[in-house]
């Protein structure tokens, strides 16, 4: 499965989360390390929903970028 992820940009750092599956956040310093962080996430939360019995949302979010020429 892909799941959409919305990653932000903060003060030093950068947060993502997965429309998908509430709950399913992370943070990290860089980029690159927010987008291993979020994959971990992902798993993780998958993974609890699974033990608990819980149904696995399926991935219905897309993103799209809009460029802006102002």
Do not use: W
Request: negative net charge; contains cysteine; proline residues 7%.
């Amino acid at each position: 499965m892909r799941y959409a992820v919305v990653i932000e940009k903060a003060d030093g750092n950068y947060s993502a989360y997965v429309p998908d599956l509430p709950g399913c956040v992370s943070t990290g310093a860089t980029l690159e390390e927010i987008k291993e962080m979020i994959q971990e996430a992902i798993e993780f939360h998958i993974e609890g929903m699974l033990k608990e019995g819980l149904p696995i949302p399926k991935p219905t979010s897309v993103a799209h970028e809009v460029e802006v020429l102002r």
